[in-house]
């Protein structure tokens, strides 16, 4: 069997295809063998999930803390995962608080969640926060993958305009900054996600939409005289590679033909797929894709901007979600905004299911992955800040011990978790946002 490089591409005419690691590239391990020769330390990957209005806290955090907990009506959807799941209580965006600038929590809540600073009160083109983790990995990995980062959503959202008490819409709908001043748009429409994954030049798009072949045509040749270098473990791993690929194809194709659901009155649709929770695992199945192949290990999801106020009437509840949020304690609303909560669960749990089906080496994709979930608002009622619900899965390459619930001092900042993320991916900073240290723990 022949040695083949980790970073061969596929290619055809104005097509691209990242291979996902296969044994051919050599020994790939959780961490490398020290002195072991040809051995490999798999990648470290961080994905960020973003859900707004919070959640009602009572149904989130496990009453237990260490590894005898059990998971709260929300978190059901995760029990398969458990023993992958860190839950991680007390962490505050306090930068999400008003400091003297008055109403707009939803808006600073998403601004500040990734950066950990005040977001500027203004509904002008004078926006400012400050530079998010994800982009500080972006900036250091850029090298490393054919994409620094990628940047995708569930619900489409203004980069201008009032959206929340004097702020900026483009603060409640993205959760990526660049830097201070540059916020990065996110991309919802699953089919531009996965052109700018898989894609080349518009042309090359055009010219497939025209004969409706895939992507996979298009690579025939390479992958042929590639399948020649493989042993019978790698042709199997990449025939069912090719098969997440096409059945991605094909779900999006199916999307674009199917008729939108009928939008109620003063509703604008959110996009393709008609239905959300397929757009959302689209957007899972893409995730994983891009981190199967090592197109890029720095991901932002949101799930739905902040203050989102979207109905779920695919699991019985028509009523909006920010609307519910502020329930004031009406246990009808709580039940319904606690649907709404294990519906943004089911996706996290879809993601992780994926992941962990993915051998990689001596372990799982999921293993060498560090995946946040969580809202920058705790009790949507409250609009409060401290005791996010916030919970990290994936063993990030060894260097993280799951299946605990950790409860932290009171005001313990967020932004120490993402600095303790940073570290595992060997990125050493002394400060992020409003961070004080390091998240003491992870490690067991």
Known sequence: MNQISRRTLLRGVGAMIALPWLEAMGRLHTWAAPGEKGSKPAPNRMAFLYVPNGKNMADWTPKKEGT?????????????????????????????????????????????????????????TDIRAGISVDQVAAARLADQTRLASLEIGGEAGAMAGNCDSG?????????????????????VNPKLVFERLFGGTSASQAKRNATRKSILDFVKEDTQDLTLKLGPSDRRKLDEYFSSIRDIELRIERAEKLPPLPAPEGVKPTGIPASYQEHLRLMCDLIVLAFQADITRVITFVLANEGSNRPYREIGVPEGHHDLSHHGNDEKKKAKIREINKFHVSQLAYLLSRLQSIKEGDGTLLDHCMIAYGSGNSDGNAHNHDDLPILLAGAGCGTIKTGRHIKYPRETPLNNLWLSMLDRMSITMPKLGDSTGRLKGLEG
């Open 167 to 187: 702020y900026s819409c483009v603060y409640s709908s993205t959760m990526s900054w660049r830097s201070a001043t540059q916020p990065l748009p996110k991309e």
């Open 68 to 124: 005898d907990f059990e998971l709260p009506a929300i978190l059901e959807p995760l029990k398969p995962l458990k023993d992958q799941l860190l839950i991680l209580s007390n962490l505050t965006a306090d930068k999400a608080r008003p400091n003297g600038d008055g109403a707009g929590d939803h808006a600073r809540a998403l601004a500040a969640f990734l950066t950990g600073c005040q977001p500027r009160k203004t509904d002008g």
